[in-house]
């Protein structure tokens, strides 16, 4: 079946650029997610990008998908500690339900 | 601005006691979604709603059930609760739209303890 696979945690400095990383299986998937939730509250939409695309840049995120080996990467440049949150990839085919990680959890020290 | 809304933030129940969990949203959105989220675990989906009077089970359906009576309100409903149904509970909705990005929007949540 279909899988979405991230590391649990990463840990970065207020200022340092944060890469987290994800791969899924589904090579027919059309949309890829990410989503954040911060302490106490649901996920909230970051960013999506379409199969088709290899980048999307939005201010200090850019997601960059290589779909030969299925892998999709979040960047956050100049992290401030209200990144600090819960990141979730997610995938699917349109009209089907979402497909979620485990979710990695930024820390931000300043 | 549109809204997911879970009724219950917190609750705290005892083993063998049927429990609802409401959700609610205010715009229009077809599909709404019932997971629960563990440590460790990730978002695991329970029921899902494609219409009213409609429901499709999930990764994970067993000990719960859903009611989706009108398009904007859809519960979950645990039987009888048990320690291992001691979870955050998410709520989310989305357009029908077959097509296009799925865009999800959550509910706050609700955290259940099963005592």
């Known amino acids: 079946g279909e899988d979405v696979e991230q590391s649990l945690f990463l840990s970065v400095r207020e200022g340092d650029s944060s890469v987290i990383n994800c791969t899924y299986t589904?090579?027919?998937?059309?949309?890829l997610y990410w989503y954040k939730q911060e302490p106490g509250a649901g996920l909230q939409l970051l960013t999506y990008?379409?199969?088709?695309?290899d980048m999307k840049q939005d201010q200090r995120l850019t997601v960059l998908l290589n779909k030969k080996d299925k892998h999709l990467s979040l960047r956050i440049a100049d992290t401030q500690t209200g990144d600090s949150a819960i990141y979730f990839c997610a995938e699917n085919q349109a009209g089907t339900a979402l497909i979620f990680g485990k979710g990695t959890t930024l820390s931000v020290s300043s | 601005d549109v809204k997911v809304t879970q009724s219950s933030r917190y609750l705290v129940k005892r083993t063998g006691e049927k429990v609802f969990l409401e959700c609610v949203q205010d715009m229009d959105h077809e599909n709404m979604f019932w997971y629960r989220q563990d440590p460790g675990l990730g978002l695991r989906l329970i029921y899902f709603?494609?219409?009213?009077?409609?429901?499709e089970k999930g990764d994970i359906p067993e000990g719960y059930s859903v009611s989706r009576e009108k398009k904007e309100r859809f519960s979950l409903i645990l039987e009888s609760a048990s320690t291992n149904q001691t979870s955050m509970y998410l709520c989310?909705?989305?357009?029908?739209?077959?097509?296009?990005?799925?865009?999800?929007?959550f509910g706050a949540g609700s955290r259940l303890t099963v005592l």
């Open positions: 589904d090579s027919s998937s059309t949309y």
């Open positions: 989310a909705s989305t357009t029908g739209a077959s097509s296009g990005a799925n865009v999800l929007t």
């Open positions: 709603s494609y219409d009213v009077k409609m429901k």
């Open positions: 990008i379409f199969s088709n695309m």
